[in-house]
């Protein structure tokens, strides 16, 4: 079953703006991860942060994660068309065996 | 190699036939997963190697699946008695994480194999 649920599910934006795309799980966890998958690819790991953490950097991305409220954020600034993508979360739980469970994915479409 | 490969990229079967997918992990990781992408859907979690040992097969739909990682590197996953239902991306990915609490890097997926059944 699909533990992350994103929203919004689908954002247009034009190049230079910021998008941010929001993320819920349901069961405690030891890390969330954002992918982004363009079309007909595979997933591309973006950024993780661990259940400890507050808020994230990487260049352009910023992530948060609020355990209370079991959701996070990602945000991308200054936007450019090769930001077009599906972005998907994904968490790993703390117990069992299972690796990362994914939610659905916000189709991201950057306008030049 | 430098990166995770599956073969074939498409693959368009009969209803009722069986079908082979292979996976070729990122060289010396310890870890290999596979998912299921349905149209427009996140991926579905499938089963879950540690070298040649298979410790999670939960995710496996059915029966008519099957997956196997003998040598701890190249895995293959099989489906029999292909359904329409099946038709989906097989994604495979690798982690170098032994720990699967300590995985730091991410997931390395693969481009997929697009599974039609006709």
């Known amino acids: 079953s699909q533990q992350g649920e994103e929203d919004p599910q689908a954002l247009s934006i034009q190049e230079g703006e910021n998008a941010t795309m929001n993320c819920s799980y349901k069961?405690?966890?030891?890390?969330l991860q954002w992918y982004r998958q363009n079309s007909g690819r595979g997933l591309v790991h973006l950024i993780l942060i661990r259940s400890n953490e507050r808020e994230k950097h990487s260049g352009r991305l910023r992530v948060t994660l609020d355990t209370s409220k079991k959701s996070s954020s990602l945000l991308i600034t200054a936007s450019r068309a090769a930001d077009t993508a599906s972005y998907f979360c994904?968490?790993?739980?703390?117990?069992?065996?299972?690796?990362?469970?994914f939610g659905k994915g916000p189709r991201l479409s950057v306008i030049a | 190699g430098a990166g995770v490969s599956q073969s074939p990229r498409y693959k368009v079967a009969k209803r009722g036939q069986d079908v082979a997918l292979r996976c070729d992990p990122i060289s010396g990781h310890v870890s290999l997963f596979w998912y299921q992408q349905a149209l427009g859907q996140g991926p579905e979690f499938l089963t879950y190697?540690?070298?040649?040992?298979?410790?999670?097969k939960s995710g496996l739909p059915s029966d008519r699946f099957f997956a196997e990682r003998p040598e701890g590197s190249v895995s293959t996953l099989k489906i029999q008695r292909t359904q329409q239902e099946d038709s989906a991306v097989y994604l495979c990915a690798s982690s170098q994480d032994r720990d699967r609490l300590l995985n730091s890097y991410g997931y390395t997926f693969g481009s997929g194999t697009r599974l039609t059944v006709v």
């Open positions: 190697f540690q070298n040649e040992a298979q410790l999670d």
């Open positions: 994904a968490t790993l739980r703390n117990s069992g065996n299972t690796p990362l469970v």
């Open positions: 069961t405690s966890i030891n890390n």
